[in-house]
């Protein structure tokens, strides 16, 4: 029986305040109007600048008095690469352009595994692309690396999430190693946040993973079912059955 899999992916916004969560194929930004003193030289979004920050946006400030550090002015929006790994947010300041924005204070939504910034390794991530603090219920994988393909992930590599940038998933979550076992899915073609990861020894057990291969005539001796993905990092997962 060949189950299919599939790879999803969404947009989602980056918030402050609260758990962020980030882009995989574009980043999310705020607005950020600058109202410069008249009596003061005029304020410009350039690295270095200071910035104050609500839920309502983001405005320049002299830095004797900033919440955030512009660590860099990047395109909008600015793709892989664009801003440092540093980054906790993402501020649209016009003229296609962004600011890469920095708290002076912890938390740091944008360290690895903390939910907002730029997608880094360490970070955990949702099966349709969004970041999600690892410390809650519900994400996927745990980035190794952040690639601009599939194919330039390391060694090591579990599972792919999106596409251009891609999420390289080692282990952990719901991402699936040799030796896990699974339950029966509903169909003979199912999505991938279908497949439920199970305990061996759990009276739901219907298969454990035996190998990943290209194709299925390359599963090792045993194997008696697969699940394929179509144009997944590891398209045929190798299957023995340990219940009928």
Known sequence: ???????????????????????????AVRTGPSAPDATRAPLRWEPGACVNGSDAGYVLTPCNGGQYEVLAIAADPPGHGGCPDETDDVVRVGDGRTACVRSYLDPHLGAPGAGGGMLRAGDCVTLDGRERPC????????????????????????DTVGAGPVACLGPGGQVLDRGMCVARPAGETVDRAAITRVGCRSRGAWARVTSFEARPRSCPKGSQRYLRARGAYRPVTCLRLVSK
């Open 135 to 158: 410390a809650q219920r519900g994400w996927y994988g745990r980035a190794l690396a952040i690639e601009t393909r599939a194919s330039s992930c390391p060694s090591g590599t579990l």
């Open 1 to 27: 029986m060949t189950t299919g899999l599939r790879t999803a992916l969404s947009l989602a916004v980056a918030a402050l305040g609260v758990a962020g969560v980030v882009v995989l194929a574009g980043t």
